[in-house]
């Protein structure tokens, strides 16, 4: 089947520590995002991709960092610089960034502090 | 004056009721409208592209206005499995930007 895949569903966070979280899509899509929610709120940009080996900031990027060395995959790293980071995390996809599309999401990764 | 803005929410109706959502957007540029949905704890999904004519997925219809610049989500016959997070979003037309509003909740009840 066809999909974006987020792992891990769960994540923990120790203080100073970075964590990756793994965003990989099989429908090979050109453009990928990462969203990050807030209880409550709705969803906020933090970097998208429309090609490999580029990137763009986001709304929030301040704290996170990505890559994009492969079509399939777009990993986000939440560094300590990131103060604030539990949330939780949308991967997305989309066919082209440069017409109409549709954006498809994962189940997303809920990351907390320890 | 926030991107997109909607209802605040949370509408909640029995079963068999009709429920409309309103969104309305800031960017005059935007080209792309969508509703989504999400359930609790869940991602989003699409629900339904909105076209500049309107159109309709059974019960459900969605509506643009340009002018007003404006976006409607009508629900009929509401379902219990209904009950959820409608997003409304919206894009340039070349998909570099798109804006989630806050999310409205509704909650279909027996």
């Known amino acids: 089947d066809g999909g974006i895949t987020q792992s891990p569903k769960y994540l923990f966070r120790k203080e100073g520590q970075n964590v990756t979280l793994s965003c990989e899509q099989n429908?090979?899509?050109?453009?990928m995002y990462w969203y990050r929610q807030d209880p409550g709120q709705g969803l906020r940009l933090i970097y998208y991709?429309?090609?490999?080996?580029?990137?763009q900031k986001g709304d929030i990027a301040e704290g996170y960092s990505v890559s994009r060395e492969k079509k399939e995959s777009f990993p986000l790293t939440v560094t300590s610089a990131q103060k604030n980071p539990t949330a939780f995390y949308l991967c997305?996809?989309?066919?082209?960034?440069?017409?109409?599309?549709?954006?498809?999401f994962g189940a997303g990764t809920r990351l907390s502090v320890l | 004056r926030k991107e997109v803005e909607q209802d605040p929410g949370p509408f909640n109706v029995p079963e068999g009721a009709t429920v409309a959502f309103n969104c309305t957007y800031s960017?005059?540029?935007?080209?792309?409208f969508f509703w989504y949905r999400q359930d609790c704890r869940k991602e989003p999904k699409l629900l339904m592209s909105?076209?500049?004519s309107g159109n309709e997925d059974g019960r459900f219809t969605a509506q643009l206005n340009r002018a007003s610049q404006y976006i409607s989500l009508l629900i009929r016959d509401s379902k219990l499995s209904d009950s959820a997070t409608y997003l409304c979003?919206?894009?340039?037309?070349?998909?570099?930007?798109?804006?989630f509003g806050p999310g409205t909740r509704l909650s279909v009840l027996p």
């Open positions: 997305a996809s989309s066919i082209s960034s440069f017409s109409k599309n549709i954006q498809y």
């Open positions: 429908l090979n899509h050109d453009a």
């Open positions: 991709s429309q090609i490999v080996n580029d990137f």
């Open positions: 960017n005059s540029a935007s080209q792309s």
């Open positions: 909105v076209y500049s």
């Open positions: 979003v919206v894009s340039d037309n070349y998909g570099q930007n798109f804006v």
